[in-house]
C-alpha cells in the first residue's frame, strides 16, 4: 500500500522560530510536493522536487526554502517562522504524470 | 502556467439530490484529474481524464472531460453523506507539476 508520512500532524511554534517539516514517501516516486491549504484558498503550491538536490519554486515559495538529499526525503523549512504561516501543510508525492498521492498534512499554528 | 477555476465553491443538498461541480480553462488542458478531500482529511485521487470528449463513471461518480479540453465536471447522482467533502480538480503540464482549483466543498443534509 502506497504511503506519504509526514513527521507531525500537529505543530505548534513561536515567531522567529526554524521550524523543518518532513515529508517521506516509500514509493519511490520522483516528484515530490509541498503545499499549504487554507479555508477559501485551495491547495497553493509552495515547492516542488522533480529529482534528487533538485527543487522548483512554485506559486507561494517567499518564506519557505526545502531540501531533497534522498530520493525518498522532502524536507520544508520556515526559515524564521511568522504567525502568516499557520496552516495546513500538505506534502505529496508523484510519478511522471500519474495521480498523485497525499500525506496527512501536518496543522502548523505559529503563536 | 495553466489555471483552472472551480464552481460552485460551496454547494448544499439533501441527501439523494444530485450535484455537479465544474473546472474551466481559458487554455487548452492536457489532462485532468479530480480529488476528493474528507472532512479533516488529505486529498485522495479519483481520476484522470486525458481525451477530448472522455466520460468515466464510478458507480454514482461521472466525469467528463469537455470536447475542446477546456472543461471538466464532476456529476454526483443521488448523493449520499458519505458524498461530503471537497472536491478539487487538478492539471499537469510538462514538468509534472499539478495546479488544482480551489475546490468545491460539498455538504449533504440527510
Known amino acids: 500500500d502506497v504511503k506519504v508520512t509526514q513527521s507531525s500532524r500537529y505543530l505548534v511554534k513561536r515567531t522567529g522560530e526554524k521550524v523543518f517539516l518532513e515529508c517521506v514517501q516509500d514509493m519511490d516516486h520522483e516528484n515530490m510536493f509541498w503545499y499549504r491549504q487554507d479555508p477559501g484558498l485551495g491547495l497553493r503550491l509552495i515547492y516542488f522536487s522533480y529529482d534528487v538536490k533538485m527543487k522548483e519554486k512554485g506559486d507561494i515559495p517567499e518564506g519557505y526554502s526545502v531540501s531533497r538529499e534522498k530520493k525518498e526525503r522532502f524536507s520544508l523549512i520556515l526559515e524564521s517562522a511568522s504567525t502568516n504561516q499557520t496552516s495546513m501543510y500538505l506534502c505529496?508525492?508523484?510519478?511522471?504524470?500519474?495521480?498523485?498521492?497525499f500525506g496527512p498534512g501536518t496543522r502548523l499554528t505559529v503563536t | 502556467g495553466q489555471q483552472v477555476m472551480q464552481i460552485p465553491q460551496y454547494q448544499h443538498v439533501q441527501e439523494g439530490e444530485d450535484f455537479t461541480t465544474y473546472c474551466n480553462s481559458s487554455?487548452?488542458?492536457?489532462?485532468i484529474q479530480w480529488y476528493k478531500q474528507r472532512p479533516g482529511g488529505h486529498p485522495v485521487f479519483l481520476i484522470q481524464l486525458v481525451k477530448s470528449g472522455e466520460v468515466k463513471k464510478q458507480k454514482r461518480l461521472t466525469f467528463q472531460f469537455g470536447e475542446a479540453k477546456k472543461n471538466s465536471s464532476l456529476h454526483i447522482t443521488a448523493t449520499q453523506t458519505t458524498d461530503v467533502g471537497t472536491y478539487f480538480c487538478?492539471?499537469?503540464?510538462?514538468?509534472?507539476?499539478?495546479?488544482f482549483g480551489k475546490g468545491t466543498l460539498l455538504t449533504v443534509n440527510p
Open positions: 487554455t487548452t488542458l492536457s489532462n
Open positions: 487538478g492539471t499537469g503540464g510538462s514538468n509534472y507539476k499539478l495546479t
Open positions: 505529496a508525492s508523484r510519478k511522471y504524470s500519474y495521480e498523485q498521492y
